[in-house]
């Protein structure tokens, strides 16, 4: 699933300006604004998110959350992948292009933190918005 593709082009284009690559500083103590950031993510799950469902998701997180090692991080990508295929719509494809396109980044223990911070941001507003 590397490298630049259709869904990950398409899922980055919520993220204006550089809030894209602000996703993962989001858990530093000199973290850039969070208003931008935080309504950048809001629009992404409020556009693309009826593609997963939110217990897919759920599951998703609660490996995330429990990851203390951003190394072993990595090892979410295989099943990120299996989740995308079984769900099989256009939707998925995007979260999960955009989910594992930031894993691949994560290389630290603040890098860890902000994803688990936007993993949770994502589920919240997916159960807000998509709520069935």
């Known amino acids: 699933m590397s490298g630049t593709n259709p869904e990950l082009t398409r899922a980055k284009s919520y993220f204006k300006g550089n809030t894209y690559g602000q996703?993962?500083?989001m858990a530093k103590k000199d973290a850039p604004p969070l208003k931008d950031i935080v309504q950048a993510i809001e629009?992404?799950?409020?556009?693309e998110g009826r593609g997963i469902t939110t217990s897919q998701l759920r599951n998703i997180f609660a490996k995330v959350k429990s990851e203390q090692d951003a190394?072993?991080?990595q090892?979410?990508?295989p099943v990120l992948a299996?989740?995308?295929a079984r769900q099989g719509t256009q939707g998925a494809k995007i979260i999960i292009a955009l989910l594992d396109d930031l894993i691949q980044q994560v290389s630290d223990d603040n890098q860890l933190k902000s994803f688990k911070a936007f993993m949770e941001s994502v589920v919240g507003y997916h159960?807000?918005?998509h709520p069935k």
């Open 82 to 84: 299996y989740t995308a």
């Open 71 to 73: 190394n072993r991080l």
């Open 75 to 77: 090892l979410m990508r």
């Open 127 to 129: 159960k807000f918005h």
């Open 23 to 25: 996703l993962l500083s």
């Open 43 to 47: 629009e992404f799950v409020k556009g």
